[in-house]
């Protein structure tokens, strides 16, 4: 046969491939990553970021800066009443967000009234709950016995917290704050209108406070007992250096040099939010979202989660070893003989009960 009467076998190269048909050698492993792209994109993403800290250190305004839209909760005049809260009040709001075609849930938790009394001890206790209610909501669906195939993921990935830029140190409540939330949430500290410091005071600062978490043992985030390989490693050692991150934010565009920038505008000039010379927003932008997005939910459901996670179900173990259904309590009829109760067995999900038959 002719090489021009040959037979034509279409090619099941995908669109795109470039591989030839007559490389025998080429399995078709690597497609494996765009099946992943495909599936994410369906999919989408979450995210679940809290922010923490004092009124008026602008944690509202950083987080419409950093997803470049009204993503905070609005700010509305409040009433006589609320003006100063007597408690913590979460408040939390969900936002569709697109952007190439890639689509994201993001959820902004807001903790107004922290650190605003006089008196603020244990006012960490209201934020330690709302995480572990959530851990405690993602566990109940986990464990259910017709679980949904996706579940609806509520974890607080990221804790920002504020620190005032006071130059000094940290304040007790900080250093308690971060000690105990930093064991069941990865927390991002950031110093809040950093633009109120000079350089000398911002970089003094910013050491002190380095020393400080190392004094008392905080381990912020990105933890180093959690770098896979070198690479890693060396990558987040940068990152330490530079936390906390010494942040401005602004949703205000303003003209500079023929370009539209965020920033925030003074008699002596305007400070440009993402020109890493006038502030570190961009580092902490590069961190929460194109960098380590994916690393920080990944601690948070294989290390914050678990460790939760194994805490309870030890729990419900002592609870069910302490009272275990070996015999079922008799009670009497009404005509003298003895009817064997229910034996209620506690467990995570639901009351077993188990009845013993005359």
């Avoid at 944690?59 to 009443?81: D, I, W």
């Avoid at 709001?93 to 603020?120: A, Y």
């Avoid at 990944?298 to 996670?309: A, L, V």
Wanted: aromatic fraction near 6%; charge should be neutral; charged fraction near 30%.
């Amino acid at each position: 046969m002719s090489e021009s009467a040959k037979p034509h076998h279409p090619s099941p190269q995908g669109k795109g491939e470039k591989t030839p048909a007559s490389d025998f050698s080429y399995v078709g492993i690597d497609a494996i990553l765009e099946q992943m792209r495909r599936k994410a994109m369906k999919q989408g993403f979450e995210l679940n970021i809290m922010v923490v800290g004092q009124s008026g250190l602008g944690k509202s305004t950083l987080m419409n800066t950093l997803f470049k839209s009204k993503v905070s909760r609005k700010s509305v005049q409040p009433s006589p009443e609320e003006r100063i809260p007597k408690t913590i009040e979460i408040k939390s709001i969900s936002h569709d967000i697109e952007e190439k075609g890639v689509r994201m849930k993001l959820t902004v938790i807001d903790t107004p009234g922290f650190g605003d009394q006089i008196n603020n001890e244990n006012c960490w206790q209201p934020i330690m709950k709302f995480i572990n209610d959530q851990y405690e909501a993602y566990l109940q669906e986990e464990i259910n016995i017709n679980r949904k195939k996706r579940i609806p993921d509520s974890r607080v990935h990221c804790c920002i917290y504020f620190i005032p830029p006071t130059g000094h140190c940290l304040r007790p409540l900080d250093v308690e704050f971060m000690r105990r939330l930093s064991k069941v949430v990865n927390i991002v500290p950031v110093i809040a209108k950093a633009d109120t410091l000079t350089l000398e005071e911002r970089d003094y600062f910013k050491q002190t406070i380095r020393e400080e978490l190392r004094a008392n043992g905080i381990d912020v985030y990105p933890q180093k007992e959690f770098d896979e390989d070198a690479e890693d490693r060396m990558i987040n050692d940068k990152i330490r250096e530079m936390i906390p991150f010494a942040v401005v934010g602004s949703d205000q565009e303003y003209q500079v040099n023929g370009k539209r920038i965020l920033g925030r505008k003074t008699k002596w000039g305007t400070i440009e939010v993402e020109n890493i010379a006038h502030c570190e927003f961009a580092y902490l932008r590069d961190l929460l979202i194109r960098t380590h997005m994916e690393n920080i939910k990944d601690i948070t459901g294989s290390i914050h989660y678990e460790t939760y996670r194994v805490r309870r179900l030890n729990e419900s173990n002592i609870l069910f070893t302490s009272n275990p259904p070996d015999h079922p309590v008799a009670q009497p009829k009404t005509n003298g003989q003895l009817e064997e109760q229910p034996v209620v067995v506690p467990c995570l999900n639901a009351e077993i009960r188990m009845f013993a038959s005359l």
